[in-house]
């Protein structure tokens, strides 16, 4: 696997390969685990040659907290690349992504004004500027995100369709541990009883689901989801929303099949987890 931590010197090694190879693309933040390999070995099996980047994005943060707390774990994350098969690392330093701090803006209207837009503002302008950059820099013909982050994949969809960058985007399913927990950088931040206690939001989207399927209405739903939350002190639920998977705008009733998403955000502890099952 070969590491670059310039632009300059990724776009130089990328040049010869583009006009023979495809390009899939895993952007990452770091602190890898098996949903990040997975990501991976969906790429490698679709593309011949596979380009990761681990650059933990400040301008995507709007708690300066979060952001110093972020996990680095950059030589495991090394030996993860490798044996997902990953060809080719982009490691840049803050200051070579952003010689100066970036003055655009993006905005992308309805679908940042629920749930992690509405909550983390600010947060999707940061991820479409460096995905943005990602995609110049690389230009993959293929970039591979995870459903947990689902408004993020929309907002990306978005993006690569309005500044009609020529990369297809590909959603892989989320990667759970074997109590369900969905599988997040920010849960090696958990303690070992937080790490017990945060399979409530698993349960809770599969108490959603079966209350949505079983006939509840969207408010009786959520409404047991928030109470389910208050019966457990250690959590803060910052929001639990039933929404189209695509648009991201509130649904009130089941769409068709694969379109409706129950999504959750919750503070536990000093971690802030989010988690969705779409169906
Ligand atoms: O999902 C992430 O890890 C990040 O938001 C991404 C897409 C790598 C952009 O920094």
Request: negative net charge.
């Given at each position: 696997?070969?590491?670059f931590d310039t632009i300059?010197?990724?776009?130089?090694?990328?040049r010869s390969?583009?006009?023979?190879?495809?390009?899939?693309l895993?952007p990452?933040?770091?602190?890898?685990h098996?949903?990040?390999?997975t990501l991976?070995?969906?790429?490698?099996?679709?593309n011949?040659?596979v380009v990761?980047s681990?650059?933990?994005?400040?301008?995507?943060?709007?708690?300066?907290?979060?952001?110093?707390?972020?996990?680095r774990?950059?030589?495991?994350d090394?030996?993860?690349l490798?044996?997902?098969?990953?060809?080719l690392?982009?490691?840049p330093?803050?200051?070579?992504?952003?010689?100066d701090s970036?003055?655009?803006?993006l905005?992308?209207g309805?679908?940042?004004?629920?749930?992690e837009?509405?909550f983390?503002?600010?947060?999707?302008?940061?991820v479409?500027?460096?995905?943005?950059?990602l995609f110049n820099?690389?230009?993959?013909?293929?970039?591979?995100?995870?459903?947990?982050?689902?408004q993020?994949?929309?907002?990306i969809?978005?993006?690569?369709?309005?500044?009609s960058?020529?990369?297809?985007?590909?959603?892989?399913?989320t990667?759970?541990?074997a109590d369900?927990l969905?599988?997040?950088?920010r849960?090696?931040?958990?303690t070992a009883?937080?790490r017990?206690?945060a399979?409530?939001?698993f349960r809770?989207l599969t108490?959603?689901h079966?209350?949505?399927?079983?006939g509840h209405t969207?408010?009786?739903t959520k409404?047991a989801i928030?109470?389910?939350?208050?019966?457990?002190p250690?959590?803060?639920?910052?929001y639990v929303e039933?929404?189209n998977a695509?648009?991201?705008?509130?649904?009130?009733?089941?769409?068709a099949?694969?379109?409706?998403?129950?999504?959750?955000?919750?503070?536990?502890?000093?971690?802030?987890?989010i988690?969705n099952?779409?169906f």
């Amino acid at each position: 696997m070969l590491q670059f931590d310039t632009i300059a010197g990724l776009r130089q090694q990328l040049r010869s390969i583009r006009s023979t190879q495809s390009i899939g693309l895993v952007p990452t933040m770091g602190a890898l685990h098996e949903g990040h390999a997975t990501l991976l070995e969906t790429a490698r099996q679709e593309n011949e040659v596979v380009v990761s980047s681990v650059f933990v994005n400040p301008v995507q943060f709007n708690n300066a907290d979060d952001l110093a707390r972020y996990p680095r774990t950059l030589e495991a994350d090394y030996n993860l690349l490798d044996a997902a098969g990953c060809d080719l690392v982009f490691v840049p330093s803050v200051s070579e992504m952003y010689a100066d701090s970036p003055l655009l803006q993006l905005n992308f209207g309805a679908l940042e004004t629920t749930m992690e837009g509405a909550f983390r503002p600010g947060h999707f302008n940061g991820v479409g500027i460096v995905v943005a950059k990602l995609f110049n820099i690389i230009q993959p013909d293929r970039a591979y995100f995870g459903q947990k982050d689902l408004q993020q994949v929309a907002v990306i969809r978005r993006l690569t369709k309005d500044l009609s960058f020529p990369v297809e985007l590909i959603r892989c399913p989320t990667v759970r541990e074997a109590d369900g927990l969905a599988m997040s950088s920010r849960n090696r931040n958990l303690t070992a009883t937080e790490r017990t206690q945060a399979t409530l939001l698993f349960r809770a989207l599969t108490q959603a689901h079966k209350m949505l399927t079983g006939g509840h209405t969207t408010a009786q739903t959520k409404n047991a989801i928030k109470a389910l939350f208050e019966s457990y002190p250690a959590f803060t639920l910052e929001y639990v929303e039933i929404a189209n998977a695509d648009t991201l705008q509130p649904a009130d009733e089941i769409l068709a099949p694969g379109q409706t998403a129950i999504c959750l955000a919750a503070h536990l502890g000093k971690v802030r987890l989010i988690d969705n099952l779409v169906f």
